[in-house]
């Protein structure tokens, strides 16, 4: 693994409906992160945040794509930024903000890795599109705009050729799905572990099978697409949209572990911290632990 990392941080809560999600970059470096990951032994550059206007000088213009134009803005700057990142060689670790935010995440990346491997840690598919969207939310849409389906003026972030492959997307801890979203998961086969599976099988077999998974697809890069949200609303109460019944605070870190342990690892993300929401910030206490796992700390 690079032993340089830059913490990118994005503001930014156009992606649904709930205002305090913009503040999770900063209650993620107040938990300690950069103290963290240099005791660590890395190097680490804080490269800030990336510029978002405020969320009161937004119009819903469209109701199946809500704040569009400002969640091509903030995506396009970071994508920028991300493929910034990786051209001098270090390890981006990005803080939402919204888990649209991973729009352009994987734009920046798919400048340099052409079969990157993707783990969407999350409680939901993300993969509606405008077609299917209950809610109009793009933070809903990350996955599916991601595999070049949904609003062109989002698939074509940075260029116009799909970021990711279908084939190498895994999603862990999926239990709230919606019907386009099935649908999309079968006919692209895209690899699900729901909480059933996770329950049945357990998280180490799950994980192996998702280390071999990534080799045998000979993948040139894994990112993690970590949103809060996966993990049981008992651990972290800070986040928008909670589903009971996650995968528990330990799940979750030998999960980090296994793929710290794999050596594949060359980007993440984590998403939908809401410190308004969480309780004496909790969750993004919960989030920079789980960051010490994926790299490298133990407990000896």
């Known amino acids: ?106 734009a920046g990346l798919s400048m340099k890795y052409k079969n990157l491997g993707v783990i969407w ?47 190498n997307i895994i999603i862990i801890g999926g239990r709230s799905i919606d019907e386009g979203e099935r649908e999309l998961i079968k006919t692209r086969g895209i690899k699900i572990y729901t909480m059933h599976e996770i329950d049945r099988l357990g998280m180490t077999h799950v994980m192996e099978e998702t280390v071999n998974y990534f080799k045998q697809n000979e993948i040139d890069g894994m990112h993690l697409s970590l949103d809060l949200d996966a993990l049981d609303p008992l651990y972290t109460p800070g986040v928008g949209t909670p589903v009971a019944g996650g995968i528990t605070y330990r799940e979750s870190h030998l999960a980090m572990e296994m793929i710290q342990e794999s050596g ?14 969480d309780e004496r910030n909790k969750t993004a206490d919960v989030a920079v632990a789980l960051i010490g796992s994926l790299f490298g700390e133990t407990l000896v």
């Not at 990118?8 to 913009?22: E, F, H, K, L, N």
């Not at 594949?264 to 929401?277: D, G």
């Open 121 to 167: 840690f999350d409680a939901h598919a993300d993969l509606n599109t405008p077609e299917t969207t209950p809610s109009g939310n793009i933070h809903g849409m990350p996955l599916a705009t991601s595999i070049g389906l949904g609003h062109k003026r989002l698939t074509s972030i940075l260029h116009g050729e799909p970021k990711i492959k279908a084939k």
């Open 1 to 106: 693994m690079n032993r340089k990392i830059s913490i990118v941080g994005v503001p930014c809560d156009y992606g649904q409906q709930r205002r305090g999600v913009d503040m999770g970059p900063s209650a993620i470096r107040y938990a300690g992160l950069q103290q963290r990951l240099v005791n660590l032994g890395f190097e680490v550059e804080d490269e800030g945040n990336i510029q978002v206007i405020e969320r009161n000088a937004i119009e819903k213009k469209d109701e199946k794509l809500l704040n569009l134009d400002e969640v091509i803005k903030v995506n396009t700057a970071l994508a920028e930024k991300v493929y910034e990142v990786v051209k001098k060689d270090c390890t981006p670790l990005v803080l939402g903000g919204d888990h649209s935010i991973a729009i352009g995440t994987l």
């Open 264 to 277: 594949l690892l060359t980007s993440a993300e984590f998403v939908e911290v809401n410190p308004i929401l």
